[in-house]
């Protein structure tokens, strides 16, 4: 593979946690590279270290020992304010929960990251009205979040990890609490943003992701280590 080509990447990435007097291994090793413009999934059971990687190579938490990369740069090392500003610039998220905060609008919801900046500037709201009328949710712009249904969060969700226009997109168990119809929905969206040159990141349990012959690879964690 050529490392030019990679934009994410993990390097013998361990995390452990205090757990009272013991200590529990969430992560053992995991080295990785994804390709850019590539959709890849990290599939295993619960309690397997999934979600525990995926905040590691966003830059989200620090890893016990290891290294992440995003587009070439280690991040580790990284003061937290430097972390997050690369995390902001070169990744968006999507949660499990969706994250969406009750009694606002979506639309409300789509700028809370740029609170703290003062506000989402002329680009960033022109994108968002973009990416409402292709994820066919326009009209619910000023609905309040808990009034949609799981599939319009979700896109929703999707949405505002767009929004910055970031390269890589992560998803934490994004079909979770979808049906079939939503799930066809959301990995149509997926691969069209695939197609469109973004990296895309996805851990899940569901087969129905896991097992489409249109994902670029499958990786499986097991008790906090990759299978070979």
């Given at each position: 593979?050529?490392?030019?080509?990679?934009?994410?990447?993990?390097?013998?990435?361990?995390?452990?946690?205090?757990?009272?007097?013991?200590?529990?291994v969430a992560l053992r090793e995991v080295s990785l590279a994804i390709p850019?413009?590539?959709?890849?999934?990290?599939?295993?059971?619960?309690?397997?270290?999934?979600?525990?990687?995926l905040g590691l190579l966003a830059g989200m938490i620090a890893p016990t020992s290891g290294e992440a990369h995003l587009a070439g740069r280690p991040i580790t090392h990284l003061r937290d304010h430097h972390r997050a500003l690369?995390?902001?610039?070169?990744v968006g998220m999507v949660f499990q929960e969706f994250a969406l905060v009750s009694g606002m609008?979506?639309?409300?919801?789509?700028?809370?990251?740029?609170?703290?900046?003062?506000?989402?500037?002329?680009?960033?709201?022109a994108r968002a009205r973009a990416l409402l009328e292709r994820f066919g949710l326009a009209e619910f712009?000023?609905?309040?979040?808990?009034?949609?249904?799981?599939?319009?969060?979700?896109?929703g969700a999707l949405i505002r990890a767009?929004?910055?226009?970031?390269?890589?997109?992560?998803?934490?168990e994004p079909t979770a609490a979808l049906d079939s119809e939503n799930v066809r929905t959301l990995l149509a969206l997926l691969?069209?943003?695939?197609?469109?040159?973004?990296?895309?990141l996805a851990t899940t349990h569901d087969r129905r992701l896991a097992e489409d012959p249109r994902v670029d690879g499958v990786l499986r964690l097991v008790d906090g280590v990759l299978e070979p």
């Amino acid at each position: 593979m050529n490392v030019d080509n990679v934009m994410v990447r993990a390097v013998r990435l361990t995390k452990r946690y205090a757990a009272g007097r013991a200590e529990k291994v969430a992560l053992r090793e995991v080295s990785l590279a994804i390709p850019a413009g590539q959709f890849w999934v990290i599939t295993g059971p619960s309690g397997s270290g999934k979600t525990t990687l995926l905040g590691l190579l966003a830059g989200m938490i620090a890893p016990t020992s290891g290294e992440a990369h995003l587009a070439g740069r280690p991040i580790t090392h990284l003061r937290d304010h430097h972390r997050a500003l690369v995390r902001r610039r070169l990744v968006g998220m999507v949660f499990q929960e969706f994250a969406l905060v009750s009694g606002m609008s979506l639309e409300e919801n789509l700028f809370l990251p740029w609170v703290p900046q003062g506000g989402a500037g002329r680009a960033e709201r022109a994108r968002a009205r973009a990416l409402l009328e292709r994820f066919g949710l326009a009209e619910f712009a000023p609905t309040p979040v808990e009034r949609l249904s799981a599939g319009e969060r979700q896109r929703g969700a999707l949405i505002r990890a767009l929004v910055a226009d970031a390269p890589i997109l992560m998803l934490d168990e994004p079909t979770a609490a979808l049906d079939s119809e939503n799930v066809r929905t959301l990995l149509a969206l997926l691969l069209a943003l695939r197609d469109e040159g973004r990296t895309i990141l996805a851990t899940t349990h569901d087969r129905r992701l896991a097992e489409d012959p249109r994902v670029d690879g499958v990786l499986r964690l097991v008790d906090g280590v990759l299978e070979p």
